[in-house]
């Protein structure tokens, strides 16, 4: 068996995309195409009375604007009652639910005539009572569960523990609105012949596309066919089929022609989701020695009117740290929004800031060192229920990264360090994300040259899996990486999970050595070499064995800042973190992943907010100009380490634990406890600006 996995290969699809042969989405070559445009939008809430389409449907080349007044109306559910799947609007009714919802669609020969006749469409709208303040609603505040388990969560006697403490903290923290903003932004063409439907979508789940599709338009799934080779960036946004997707298949179906519309970068706020806004109350309380007596944590987040959408921040507090007395509370509160979504590690980043900051705080006011009390609380079983963890690196992580970054040489006390007129400072927290496994399936095919050809039904998020899984199934059979290809988005192709909740690496890289260990075997039943393709397919699924454990990655992340005492601005000067994330396919794409979590961390801690026109009820960041996202000059030295060979059987059969997301988490609290070590000033609410620390 040859040794491929883990070896840091460079991406198998890289060269394709700098020199422009990937094609994305919005680029499939299909004849006849019309372009569309969307219309949005520009009140919060109200009912349509009215739309104007005359002077864009008079411009040459414009084809038609669809509107709820003469679009078709869809055969089938577009948004059936057991959900599954976001809500969404595809232009048919009248009702406005929130600023930046698609309203119409201008359809023409060009992309350029097509924008402009969008330009034009008048929509008139009587307007409703609305609030986008998350303060008005939250009298209204519900329970709701997430991830199977229930909103409230309780063990021992926490209010009992809070009476009795020798040190108490407790404290508000917030999160804001943030967006995803992926370079490429959603794309959808479709391509309708009788009642088959072929759709080029730049989404991270295919198959859930195709599902929603096949609903709204009342046709077998087999009819629909969803092709994704390249997505330009997803983070969680292309997780869902959203509007836009049903629109360009309702105008390709009513106009007889294929339409493929692509959201402009204002639209890609608001319609597509985002992270939500939290507020976090956490009560802590510890002995002198640092011993953790009681934790409540309590995470109330904003959704839209119209779905359900919870950002499940307070369920880290139920896994990190070890406490007799634990209270955990996940409350919702819906506003005239459009809904949120997953957004890289949703949940464990934000709740991750106030959890690890409050850590923070209360190992600085008991003198203890943030490792220390950390270390103090070690959770050797999941807090939650006591199952044991299929594997827990966490200690070596805070080895590793503490003596890569100098954690020794740390000054407890702020404001005593200082370069060249910036004060400095450093802080550190923990990282962990679930280590996720679902059904998955691939087929794998000997050619008789030797060549082998391996497909499964994934989308490459970015994340390398082109690259991987081909590693995966070189090692798996024996045969030099050189000789794999591996294919993947294509719905016509076994069946795979989304790619979100860093799950893909785990499910698809179980499936694909389970077909490549049935390919083997039929290889190894014929009396030589074949003289035709021989064919394998194989599937897995989690055993009933998995669900007697706690199943985590672990990290820990270390941060300095450089702060300007006179401007307040903060920098990053350097990060280091320390990764267990089970067994590594690729140490190059790895460390990628890894690299981007914590840079993106840096955007969490000092940049990203969706800010509301609280009047209009409209978000006003809306393009990458006043939406601010880490730059060059903002990242300067990013360091992730990682355990090359974390082993665990349990995990799931590839031994693999995804990785795309708990490189955020913790970062963002790192970050803020670094400026608190250099300021003596606690930020409690995202993003830390200079208004914030002067």
Known sequence: ???????????????????????????????????????????????????????????????????????????????????????????????????????????????????????????????????????????????YDARGQPADHLRGDVEAALRRAEHKLEAEYETPPEIHSPLEPHATVAVWNGDRLTVYDATQGIFGVRKKLARAFAVPPANVRVITKFVGGGFGCKGSAWSHVLIAALAAKQLGRPVKIALTRPQMFGMVGGRPLTRQKI?????????????????????????????????????????????????????????????????????????????DELAHDLGI????????????????????????????????????????????????????????????????????????SALARMNPDGTVLVQSGAVDIGTGTYTVMAQVAAETLGVPYESVKFDLGDTEMPEAPRSGGSITAASVASAVEAACRALREKLSALRGPPDAPVEARGEAAPSEERKKYALRSFGAQFAEVEVDPDLGMVRVTRMVGAFAGGRILNARLARSQF????????????????????????????????????????????????????????????????????????????????????????????????????
């Not at 995309?17 to 009140?43: D, I």
């Not at 414009?62 to 055969?75: D, E, F, G, Q, Y």
């Not at 044991?388 to 003596?403: D, H, M, T, V």
């Open 1 to 143: 068996m040859s040794n491929e996995v883990g070896k840091p290969y460079p991406r198998a699809d890289g060269r394709a995309k700098v020199t422009g042969q990937a094609r994305y989405s919005y680029e499939w070559p299909v004849a006849g195409v019309a372009y569309g445009v969307l219309v949005t939008s520009g009140v919060a809430r109200g009912r349509i009375t009215a739309i104007d389409a005359g002077a864009a449907e008079r411009e040459p080349g414009v084809i038609a604007v669809l509107s709820p007044s003469n679009a078709m109306k869809l055969p089938g559910d577009a948004n059936p009652a057991d959900g599954g799947d976001r809500v969404v609007q595809a232009l048919q009714d009248d009702r406005v639910l929130y600023s930046n919802q698609p309203v119409a669609v201008a359809i023409a020969d060009t992309f350029e005539r097509a924008l402009h006749a969008a330009a034009l469409v008048r929509v008139h709208v009587e307007p409703a009572p609305f609030t986008v303040r998350i303060e008005d609603e939250l009298h209204a505040a519900f329970p």
């Open 369 to 440: 060192d943030p490792i220390d009390f950390r270390l103090n609380n070690y959770a050797e079983v999941d807090p939650a229920d006591g199952k044991p963890f299929s594997s827990k690196s966490l200690r070596r992580c805070y080895e590793l990264g503490a003596e890569r970054f100098g954690w020794q040489k740390r000054t407890r006390r702020p404001e005593l360090v200082a370069r060249a007129g910036k004060l400095v400072g450093t802080g550190m927290a923990t990282a962990s994300y679930p280590a996720n496994f679902t059904r998955a």
């Open 283 to 359: 009560s802590a309380a510890a002995t002198s020695e640092g011993k953790l007596t009681a934790l409540r944590h309590q995470s109330t987040s904003t959704t839209s009117r119209f779905d359900d959408f919870l950002e499940p921040a307070a369920l880290v507090s139920r896994h990190q740290y070890k406490c007799d007395n634990l209270e955990t509370k996940l409350r919702l509160v819906r506003l005239d929004i459009g809904t949120p979504t997953y957004m890289r590690a949703p949940g464990e980043s934000s709740g991750s800031f106030a959890l690890e900051s409050a850590i």
């Open 595 to 694: 690299m981007g979590g914590m840079v993106w961390g840096i955007g969490m801690a000092l940049h990203e907010h969706a800010v509301y026109d609280e009047k209009l009820g409209r978000i006003m960041t809306r393009d990458l100009a006043d939406y601010h996202v880490p730059a060059h000059k903002d990242v300067v030295a990013i360091d992730p380490i990682f355990i090359a060979v974390e082993r665990d059987e349990i995990v799931d059969p590839a031994g693999v634990k995804g990785i795309g997301e708990i490189g955020i988490t913790g970062a963002a609290a790192a970050i803020a406890n670094a400026v608190f070590n250099a300021t003596g000033k606690r930020v409690r609410s995202l993003p830390i600006t200079p208004d914030k620390l002067l």
